[in-house]
């Protein structure tokens, strides 16, 4: 096993006491996260005389990151909408601690058995079913949308902001976000992101 899988068994069996021959298989790398650096891997242990498999995967914080989220707010948000009508994996353990992984991390079920290559979901047989996917991903981030962020208790670890405000609190982020980025030289993409926010800046949302 590589260090960093030892390491990760060891958090594992602090966090199941019982669990005996914690080990941790197959872990490899996921590309293409900005925020958090990916993992997938198996955990093999045993409780009592029954052995156990399970596919999860390992979210912990790069040095630097281009996206800046709040890694309990992502986890508590898992949460919140785990067993609801929003298909999230169910999250399992949060940990702010450096000194297990040296950088904060979480770990939560792998969903397998789907695709989620865009490159892949863009042919067929994927293609053949596009309308569907497309109203089904606005269904659900309409389902997110409408949640009650109190009701979910993500309000201990995050701001709320009433509805009327919202849309000005984002324009706002998003606008100083652009700015700093800006002195990096990523310009076509980013001027289209301005030129949208121009727009959304000259619409009233709450008419």
């Not at 994996?89 to 702010?96: C, V």
């Not at 309308?131 to 009701?151: H, M, S």
């Not at 000005?168 to 076509?188: G, H, Q, V």
Request: glycine share 4%; with cysteine; aromatic share 10%.
């Amino acid at each position: 096993m590589s260090d960093l899988a030892v390491r990760l068994a060891a958090y594992i069996k602090k966090r199941l006491p019982d669990a005996k021959d914690v080990r941790v298989e197959g872990l490899e790398r996921i590309f293409g996260g900005a925020s958090r650096e990916t993992y997938r891997f198996v955990l093999h242990l045993r409780e009592g005389d029954t052995e156990t498999q399970r596919r999860l995967i390992l979210r912990r914080d790069p040095p630097g990151s281009l996206i800046e989220t709040e890694r309990a707010i992502e986890f508590e948000t898992y949460r919140a909408f785990y067993g609801s009508v929003v298909p999230v994996p169910e999250p399992l353990w949060l940990e702010e601690d450096d000194r297990w992984l040296d950088h904060p991390f979480f770990v939560m079920e792998e969903i397998v058995g789907f695709e989620s290559n865009p490159q892949l979901i863009a042919q067929p047989p994927f293609s053949e079913h596009a309308a569907a996917f497309a109203e089904r991903t606005w269904t659900i981030l309409g389902e997110i949308a409408r949640a009650d962020v109190k009701a979910l208790g993500i309000d201990a670890v995050m701001e709320t902001v009433s509805p009327a405000a919202c849309a000005e609190r984002e324009l706002a982020f998003w606008e100083a976000k652009i700015d700093r980025d800006e002195a990096w030289d990523i310009d076509t993409e980013l001027d289209f992101k301005l030129a949208e926010l121009m727009y959304l800046d000259r619409q009233d949302p709450n008419e």
